[in-house]
């Protein structure tokens, strides 16, 4: 029987009725040493749920509704009932990752690290099982949380090395334009983090690789905007409008016009003739 990790004060014999009432039982403070180790009787699940085995995507579809709502608790109960049927179902790692770190807050509040650390186990394993997952998008997922989690932790190694796999993942991916959508999630978080020349880098082997292009070249142009280098951001912008958006999006109209107007706004400035 799998080991069941809850929240320390979700307590075995609740009646699923009062989450369905609503009741969300989000707990900010906790040790490290009470983060959910308590171990569940099959045969209570079994009752709870009316003795019957629903296939994992049904927990799955049911714990997605709750984090929707908020439910952070009923959440919790749900994947790790479904981990209790199904251990080596991706998208229920994956989900419960993405559970255990909507409910850490700050690592400074007690037990919010030891959460994190539950986070970083299951992305890990969603990771491992990625063949796995029915949407292969949430392996890269994965990957970008545990970034975030090690960016919050303060944990400098592990974070560099999850950002070398990242890297790694990108270069020995065949499909230029799955190439593409990595740069671009890496152009994105370095972005964030006003680390601009490495976001314009990848926003450029993005762009290179065919992927979100137009909107690839605006972002660097919008780094180049801040770093003063007008040159540079009027070649972008008139590089930019040569290109269609690849996705219909209603922010695709603003960004059209921005374009425009910005390079109204740079009519005065000189490119320098390219020497040969």
Do not use: C
Not at 12 to 38: C, E, F, H, M
Not at 138 to 151: N, T
Not at 209 to 225: A, H
């Amino acid at each position: 029987m799998k080991r069941i990790f809850l929240t320390f004060n979700i307590l075995v014999l609740i009646p699923l009725s009062i989450y369905a009432k609503g009741q969300s039982l989000n707990i900010p403070n906790r040790t490290a040493d009470t983060v959910r180790t308590i171990n569940i009787d099959t045969n209570t699940y079994s009752s709870l749920f009316n003795g019957k085995l629903e296939p994992a995507w049904v927990y799955i579809g049911e714990a997605k509704r709750a984090i929707y709502k908020g439910d952070i608790a009923y959440a919790l109960y749900i994947m790790n009932k479904t981990l209790m049927y199904y251990p080596d179902n991706a998208d229920a790692h994956y989900f419960l990752g993405l559970i255990y770190e909507k409910e850490a807050g700050s690592p400074a509040e007690q037990g919010g690290a030891a959460s994190y650390r539950l986070a970083i186990e299951e992305y890990r394993k969603a990771i491992n099982l990625y063949t796995n997952l029915t949407i292969p998008a949430y392996k890269l997922d994965s990957y970008f949380s545990l970034l975030y989690i090690y960016e919050k932790l303060i944990d400098e190694n592990n974070y560099a090395n999850v950002e070398k796999e990242i890297i790694d993942m990108a270069d020995k991916t065949y499909k230029k334009y799955e190439k593409g959508r990595i740069y671009f999630r890496l152009a994105e978080h370095y972005g964030n983090r006003n680390r601009g020349t490495a976001a314009i880098d990848y926003y450029r082997q993005a762009y290179l690789n065919g992927y979100r292009q137009k909107l690839s070249l605006f972002r660097m142009s919008l780094i180049y905007r801040r770093m003063r280098n007008y040159v540079q951001e009027k070649e972008t912008l008139i590089l930019a409008n040569k290109y269609d958006f690849d996705n219909v999006e209603p922010s695709n109209f603003d960004v059209q016009k921005a374009i425009v107007q910005r390079l109204e706004a740079l009519r005065n400035v000189r490119i320098p003739k390219k020497l040969n």
